[in-house]
């Protein structure tokens, strides 16, 4: 049974810096694709980012692109995720999710998903 939690979000001002980590347990996720996505108020959940198993290759959503920064440590079974230049369009539950195989952008390709944490932007 895979476990992930995520851990790190909060409120941050406009501008500021955040970091979520997710950590993995029951199994080594060292085979397994890591992805974040979220959910901002009253929205659908979509793509933020993903890296390949090995962390060489990452995808990011165009919205995130040059601000954030995902990144996994397969000693500490743990995906990353460094926030900056945070706007208020970026406040959302974000989740971390995992995958068997090669990375995805869409959710439905991941079957197991953490449980959320809150991200608050204020202007």
């Known amino acids: 049974q895979v476990q992930l939690v995520e851990s790190g979000g909060g409120l941050v001002q406009a501008g500021g810096s955040l970091r979520l980590s997710c950590a993995a347990s029951?199994?080594?996720?060292?085979?397994?694709?890591m992805a974040w996505f979220r959910q901002p108020p009253g929205r659908e959940r979509e793509f933020v980012a993903a890296?390949?198993?090995?962390?060489?290759?990452?995808d990011y959503a165009d919205s995130v692109k040059g601000r954030f920064t995902i990144s996994r440590d397969n000693t500490k079974n743990t995906v990353y995720l460094q926030m900056s230049g945070l706007k208020p369009e970026d406040t959302a539950v974000y989740y971390c999710?995992?995958?068997?195989?090669?990375?995805?952008?869409?959710?439905?390709?991941?079957?197991?998903w953490g449980q959320g944490t809150q991200v608050t932007v204020s202007s």
């Open positions: 029951g199994r080594t996720m060292s085979d397994c694709a």
């Open positions: 890296i390949s198993w090995g962390g060489k290759t990452t």
């Open positions: 999710a995992a995958r068997e195989g090669p990375r995805r952008p869409g959710a439905k390709s991941y079957p197991y």
